[in-house]
């Protein structure tokens, strides 16, 4: 697989910091067509990465929902993140050590204003589809917002329209275990790598649910010790120390916590309101993260839009690992075929 590199800015941040410039990681798969009308564009979610075919291998790829047969595919990483893109990884060349959290913190806005860009760059006018679960179902509807002239239809995925005190709540702890973490400040790219085990452990409380775990974490009667649930959080823990930073985890928390599509616009409502783009809002029966009344309101508030609901003891984390059923839905409502 090869990954492409976009650079771009300056640019001023919502919150006020200037980006000199700015370094997008993406990928695409394959040809945009003569009327540039094929495009399909996928946001990840808050530790994901370009690599769509990979995490969603059962939506992406030849003869998949999204057929990268038919359509032209872009996947981008997230400013702030560890798979590429601009973040806290990136070298300080006067220092020669990581920016760490000297990166700025961003907003969704800001990271759309940079896919934007991004869309520019590859000479792409409209957006057949945009689509995204979770951290990346806030940037679809930021996206679709701020600009909507620019997408033609929708499915935001087990997301909400502003993010909740719950869920802030949730990425507060995991911030917490960051911070308890000795290391953590350090300009060094395995900082706080203890603390992102812990982080990881409390955020997994939120993505999945108790039928899941009774499911496959439970113990023999004999059992006093050494409980499988303690070592499938232990080792869910240590799996993402091996591929995410912690800096990165903290800041794109961060992010994930402004996120307000009704900031500054008249409330969400007002805000939904102005989405022109076919929709089709998706959520999970169990999510305990991003509650299916989160996903009702935008189906709700957004004209022309339609909700489908996922049946999983999986939680939130359900379009990740159930992909059969969220492949099923998409083809059954022909989101591809624009109305």
């Not at 300056?10 to 990681?25: D, I, K, N, Y």
């Not at 993140?81 to 300080?92: K, R």
């Not at 997408?151 to 869920?167: D, F, K, L, M």
Request: proline share 3%; aromatic share 8%; hydrophobic share 40%.
């Amino acid at each position: 697989m090869r990954t492409s590199l976009f650079n771009t800015g300056p640019f001023l941040t919502e919150r006020g910091s200037v980006l000199s410039w700015l370094r997008l990681a993406y990928r695409t798969w394959g040809t945009l067509n003569a009327d540039g009308s094929n495009v399909v564009w996928i946001c990840h979610a808050l530790t994901g990465s370009a690599d769509a075919d990979v995490w969603w291998s059962e939506i992406v790829g030849p003869g998949r929902v999204i057929d990268t047969t038919k359509y032209f595919v872009v996947c981008a990483n997230m400013p702030g993140s560890c798979y590429g893109s601009s973040g806290p990884t990136d070298i300080n060349l006067e220092t020669g050590k990581i920016i760490g959290l000297d990166f700025p913190v961003l907003t969704a806005r800001d990271i759309v204003r940079f896919f934007d860009a991004l869309r520019s760059y590859l000479g792409i006018e409209r957006i057949r589809l945009l689509i995204g679960g979770s951290m990346g179902g806030q940037h679809v509807l930021e996206w679709a917002v701020s600009m909507p002239h620019r997408i033609e239809s929708i499915v935001p995925i087990a997301t909400n329209a502003r993010h909740s005190p719950w869920g802030i709540a949730f990425n507060a702890a995991q911030r917490m275990a960051l911070e308890a973490d000795p290391t953590f400040m350090q300009l060094d790219i395995e900082a706080g790598q203890r603390g992102l085990e812990a982080a990881r452990a409390i955020g997994m409380l939120s993505y999945r649910t108790s039928m899941q775990y009774d499911a496959t974490q439970h113990d023999e009667d004999s059992v006093i010790d050494g409980f499988r649930a303690e070592s499938y959080q232990r080792y869910q823990g240590a799996k993402l120390t091996h591929r995410f930073n912690a800096h990165s985890y903290w800041i794109l928390s961060k992010a994930m916590d402004a996120h307000n599509v009704g900031r500054d616009r008249g409330g969400v409502e007002r805000a939904l309101q102005t989405v022109t783009a076919r929709t089709l809002v998706i959520g999970v029966d169990t999510d305990l993260l991003f509650p299916t009344r989160e996903q009702k309101l935008i189906a709700d508030m957004v004209p022309r839009a339609a909700y489908r609901q996922m049946q999983s003891i999986a939680g939130h984390d359900a379009f990740l690992l159930d992909q059969l059923q969220l492949s099923n839905i998409l083809r059954n409502e022909r989101i591809l075929e624009i109305t």
